[in-house]
């Protein structure tokens, strides 16, 4: 793969995924946050690509990361928005000034749990989809969005 030159990608995790590891290790693996950001900087590195993380459990804090990205020109964003992807038309409509490559990642999957978490608020304007594919949904989602900006 070429590699351009200054790719920029950011991650958002959304609500409680601070406390990965912690929280129902059934159903969101046992790795720590900081894990999958170190796991995920690393693999970024490989191609060339500076990655920013970024998490908050407030969904005005992500809207107001949305708008950065917005103002900085990120070339990518894969968003884990946890609990907000199935209420937040904030963080929609907030994505939706971004033209950029977006994939939203879940670590479980969504579609296998209850009735209220089968809606995603930003399934149609994302640019894709992972889920259910615990941490590696990351890399998977980092390795599209640089195929994404490389034109492959």
Known sequence: ?????????????????????KREPAIYGIKALEEIDADLK?????????????????????????????NTKS????????A??????????ALTLLDIPIIEV?????YKREEFRHKS??????????????SLGYTLALNAIAEDINGK
């Not at 969904?59 to 708008?67: N, R, V």
């Not at 907000?84 to 409509?93: G, N």
Request: charged share 15%.
């Open 1 to 21: 793969m070429v590699k351009k030159k200054n790719i920029r990608v950011h991650v958002i995790h959304g609500p409680n995924l601070n406390m990965l590891g």
């Open 42 to 70: 690393n693999r970024a590195n490989s191609l060339g690509i500076s990655l920013e993380t970024f998490q908050s459990n407030h969904e005005g804090e992500i809207i107001e990361k949305i708008h950065d990205i917005f």
């Open 106 to 110: 879940h670590l479980s999957n969504i």
């Open 121 to 134: 608020m930003l399934a149609d304007i994302v640019t894709g989809q992972i889920t259910g594919l615990g």
């Open 75 to 82: 070339n990518g964003l894969i968003i884990n928005p946890a």
């Open 84 to 93: 907000f992807t199935h209420t937040s038309i904030a963080i929609r409509d």
